[in-house]
C-alpha cells in the first residue's frame, strides 16, 4: 500500500485525497445551502433578524449532511479488532513498563480494592507472570554470582 498520501490530523490517520475532498463536499455543500436558506428566509420574514439566525442553523444542518455523505463515501481504511488479546503483545508492554519504570512487583501486595480492579480488568494472570519471570531472572542472577 503507498503510504505517500497518509496524513495525521487530530491524532488519526487520514488520506489527504480524501480530507480534500471532504472538505470540498462540506463547502460545495453548507455554502450554497446557507446562501439559499438566506434568501428564503429573508423573503418570507422580510429581512428580520432571525431569518439570518435560521439560515446560519441550516448551514449547519448542511455541513453535518455533508460529514456523513463523506463518511459513506470514504470508508475508513483501518480495522479494529475487538476482544482478540495477545499476551505476547502485554508482556512486550510490560517489559517496556520494567525497562522505563523498574519492577512491578507482586500484584498480591496490591491494596484489595486495587487488586480487585486489576482482576476486573483481567491483568492479575499477566502481572503475577510478570512478577514470577523477575523472581526466577534473580534466582537465576543470584545463583551464577
Known amino acids: ?9 487530530w491524532g488519526d490517520t487520514v488520506d489527504s485525497r480524501h480530507l480534500i475532498a471532504s472538505i470540498g463536499l462540506g463547502v460545495g455543500i453548507a455554502v450554497p445551502a446557507y446562501f439559499a436558506a438566506e434568501w428564503g428566509f429573508g423573503i418570507l420574514t422580510g429581512g428580520d433578524a432571525l431569518a439570518h439566525s435560521y439560515s446560519l442553523v441550516s448551514g ?9 455523505i ?51 480488568l483481567g491483568l492479575y494472570d499477566d502481572l503475577r507472570a510478570q512478577h514470577l519471570k523477575n523472581e526466577q531472572r534473580r534466582s537465576t542472577e543470584e545463583t551464577t554470582n
Open 1 to 9: 500500500m503507498n503510504n505517500d498520501h497518509l496524513l495525521e490530523v
Open 60 to 68: 449547519l444542518a448542511a455541513c453535518v449532511l455533508a460529514a456523513v
Open 70 to 120: 463523506a463518511a459513506r463515501i470514504f470508508k475508513p481504511k483501518r480495522v479494529v479488532r475487538i476482544g482478540e488479546a495477545s499476551t505476547g503483545s502485554r508482556a512486550e508492554a510490560m517489559d517496556a513498563i520494567e525497562a522505563e519504570l523498574g519492577p512491578l512487583g507482586d500484584p498480591d501486595e496490591l491494596p484489595a480494592a486495587t487488586l480487585a480492579e486489576v482482576r476486573e
